[in-house]
T-cell receptor
């Protein structure tokens, strides 16, 4: 299983764009990259998933370089409610998903 | 997206008693469900993989006789914490994958169950 490395914490201000980068040097050919958001005392919530290049949905964008050894979650114009822990996971279609330490994002007014 | 529910959402029990936590996939069939445990300020730790109709696969260091997992149907997995002790107090989260082929390779998580052992 590919191990992931993320910054432990990040601070931002309301209205700014936040980019969280995740390293996964040992990613396998069949692995996808998935990002989850977790608020205290809640289960993780799916944000976005990608395999290569760029993926965008209504809440975020995911940038994946050609070598796929890293990925960047981009949150446009964050608000206070985006304060949460963000997890980057790497895995294939059938395997389990193991969480790294995650990035604790704090959005300040 | 698909929904995974857990029951109860929180439970307080006395030391030495057993507690059962249910995990249900509400609108899809889940041949595989996963159980995680999360301590305060820490990440989720995978405890076991629950397979419908067969024995669960436990992670190293997780006592299978203490954390009994039953996956009797395609929509229900249960985790029973036997002879609970205060150190078992934690946030337990289940997840399931929808292998129907629709949508993304997404693992759906339940809302979690807060267990407090007195």
């Amino acid at each position: 299983l590919a191990k992931t490395t993320q910054p432990i914490s990040m601070d931002s201000y309301e209205g700014q764009e936040v980019n969280i980068t995740c390293s996964h040097n040992n990613i396998a050919t069949n692995d996808y990259i998935t990002w989850y958001q977790q608020f205290p005392s809640q289960g993780p919530r799916f944000i976005i998933q990608g395999y290569k290049t760029k993926v965008t949905n209504e809440v975020a964008s995911l940038f994946i370089p050609a070598d796929r050894k890293s990925s960047t979650l981009s949150l446009p114009r964050v608000s206070l409610s985006d304060t949460a822990v963000y997890y980057c996971l790497v895995g294939d279609w059938i395997g389990d998903m193991r969480f790294g330490a995650g990035t604790r994002l704090t959005v300040k007014p | 997206g698909a929904v995974v529910s857990q029951h109860p959402s929180r439970v307080i029990c006395k030391s030495g008693t057993s507690v059962k936590i249910e995990c249900r996939s509400l609108d899809f069939q889940a041949t595989t469900m996963f159980w995680y445990r999360q301590f305060p300020k820490q990440s989720l730790m995978l405890m076991a993989t629950s397979n419908e109709g067969s024995k669960a696969t436990y992670e190293q260091g997780v006592e299978k006789d203490k954390f009994l997992i039953n996956h009797a149907s395609l929509t229900l997995s249960t985790l029973t914490v036997t002879s609970a002790h205060p150190e078992d107090s934690s946030f337990y989260i289940c997840s399931a994958r929808d292998f129907s082929g629709q949508g993304e390779n997404e693992q759906f998580f339940g809302p979690g169950t807060r267990l407090t052992v007195l």
